[in-house]
């Protein structure tokens, strides 16, 4: 009986544990649901605030085709009609020139006058389609972003999945604010960095004889000159060199690691006169460029031998972020995927009672910068200044380095 009874007692105790663990395991699995069902409502939501973005986008961009077609047809049918009545008009000259008795003179001469004033009549201008058609680059710009959209959503799935992606977004955080220096200019939105990346290459043939050159990425200053080629194109002033490529439409965004020295970075117009004088020659003392220097303690940015000095620390990787229909130009410093404005040049009004001279000059003389093509600018000023194009990992830092 003894150990009947203790039997039934361990029983007992067993299914009182059980009963409380099958009431913590259907809470769980409330719980379980709950969190499934609120997060899939949030997901829902984003996904559908997602479509809409898009839908928005897709809008604008069908939008812009339409518009671009009607005006580009509108200005090729008013080119056909003129066309088509010059044609009409000189054949009915001729045929009226044709008709006229040999023996009337008088006549003649009044139809062939007709008919040489209808020739010597002034062309319609070319349509400027022939040039280029606008629109035709929507495409380009949609698959871009569809490739955007492909690479982040593989990140994030990886990341779902545990397998460490990147975490590519369409928007970076912005750190703080753009410092004085604009007065009363609205703060820049950080551009989408994988949207607007823009490839570059250093272009060899302006390159400086005492920049060296690793491959098209990478310059730094050297002592000894390099016995570069002949080229119209090279600097021979300025320890400076240019990217390949042109900017003369759209968003532009690129990043730049400073590595060792002293370096400017910034655009300069196509079109410069590599031969100035180093005076006038060097980024942002004239014109034609404008730029951010690092000069060993502290950042400033110069545009047409104007100087703005910004009060930020040090940020081993700048990013610029050019809006050419905008005329504007943001200067970023980059660390840990987070962005921090350093400064943007752009018109800005000025409020009743301020004054600034860096800004007087970005009103009067900055916008005419932007009726030029325009290409990437580098300015190697100290001994042993280092620069490389797109982001690096430290340990490529550490070997360009030592090379």
């Excluded at 300069?268 to 303690?297: H, I």
């Excluded at 031998?305 to 905008?326: D, K, R």
């Amino acid at each position: 009986k003894g150990q009947r009874a203790k039997f039934l007692s361990n029983v007992e105790n067993e299914l009182e544990e059980l009963a409380v663990t099958i009431a913590q395991t259907r809470k769980m699995l409330e719980l379980i649901k709950g969190a499934a069902t609120k997060e899939r409502d949030r997901v829902e939501k984003l996904f559908l605030e997602a479509s809409e973005v898009l839908a928005a986008f897709r809008k604008e961009v069908v939008g812009f085709i339409e518009d671009g077609e009607r005006s580009r047809l509108a200005e090729a049918e008013a080119d056909l009609r003129w066309k088509e009545e010059r044609r009409a008009k000189l054949a009915q000259c001729k045929q009226n020139l044709e008709s006229v008795p040999s023996t009337d003179t008088i006549y003649f001469l009044q139809e062939f006058q007709a008919l040489k004033i209808a020739m010597e009549e002034n062309l319609s201008p070319a349509p400027s389609f022939q040039n280029e058609l606008s629109f035709t680059k929507s495409a380009q710009v949609v698959s871009a972003v569809k490739e955007v959209l492909a690479a982040a959503c593989k990140n994030q799935r990886d990341r779902l999945l545990g397998k460490g992606g990147d975490g590519l977004s369409f928007q970076e955080p912005e750190e703080g604010r753009c410092p004085p220096g604009r007065r009363g200019q609205r703060d820049p939105v950080t551009p989408a960095r994988s949207l607007f990346a823009f490839i570059i290459d250093l272009d060899s043939d302006t390159a400086d004889k005492f920049i060296q050159l690793f491959g098209t990425k990478g310059a730094k200053r050297v002592l000894c000159p390099i016995p570069y080629p002949e080229s119209v194109t090279r600097f021979i002033n300025c320890e400076q060199v240019l990217g390949e490529n042109v900017m003369n439409r759209g968003n532009y965004y690129w990043e730049v690691e400073l590595i060792d020295g002293w370096v400017s970075i910034g655009v300069v117009a196509e079109d410069f006169n590599p031969r100035e004088s180093y005076d006038r020659g060097r980024l942002g003392r004239n014109d034609k460029s404008c730029c951010l220097q690092w000069n060993g303690q502290n950042y400033a940015v110069w545009f047409g031998g104007f100087e703005c000095v910004i009060q930020q620390p040090f940020f081993q990787t700048i990013g610029v972020f050019l809006e050419y229909s905008e005329k504007a130009l943001t200067f970023y410093g980059v660390k840990d995927s987070k962005m921090t404005c350093l400064q943007q040049l752009k018109v800005s009004r000025f409020k009743k009672g301020q004054f600034d001279a860096f800004q007087n000059k970005i009103n009067h003389q900055f916008p005419s910068l932007f009726s030029f093509n325009l290409k990437p600018a580098f300015f190697l000023e100290s001994v042993d200044a280092h620069l490389q194009i797109g982001p690096l990992k430290k340990d490529c830092v550490s070997v360009l380095k030592r090379r």
